[in-house]
């Protein structure tokens, strides 16, 4: 069984940025496609980036392109959500998944999560 931690949330200022990394206990990622989500209170788990089992491929919501970059290492795991400029929207839980199913945009085909880890950007 695959188990995901996050870690890397906290608070910080709006313009700032944060690293989140998530890491695998009882198995490897390496075999997985991942996604970072997130989540406010009362709004719908949104898919924010994805990547491909070897890292080649990249995806990201049109909200935060160009500002978080997804990536892992060489080993495949762990893997990383870079945030940069950030944004009081950007308030949100965070949470990893790996991809168990066959659509990288379908929530419920990702069949691993970790526990979430909190994100809050201040003014």
């Known amino acids: 069984q695959v188990r995901l931690v996050e870690s890397g949330g906290g608070l910080v200022q709006a313009g700032g940025s944060l690293r989140l990394s998530c890491a695998a206990s009882?198995?490897?990622?390496?075999?997985?496609?991942m996604g970072w989500f997130r989540q406010a209170p009362g709004k719908e788990r949104e898919l924010v980036a994805h990547?491909?089992?070897?890292?080649?491929?990249?995806k990201y919501a049109d909200s935060v392109k160009g500002q978080f970059t997804i990536s892992r290492d060489n080993s495949k795991t762990p893997v990383y959500l870079q945030m940069n400029l950030l944004k009081p929207e950007d308030t949100a839980v965070y949470y990893c998944?790996?991809?168990?199913?066959?659509?990288?945009?379908?929530?419920?085909?990702?069949?691993?999560w970790g526990q979430g880890t909190q994100v809050t950007v201040s003014s």
């Open positions: 998944a790996a991809q168990t199913g066959s659509t990288w945009n379908l929530m419920r085909d990702y069949g691993y």
């Open positions: 009882g198995r490897t990622l390496g075999g997985y496609d």
């Open positions: 990547i491909s089992w070897d890292g080649g491929r990249t």
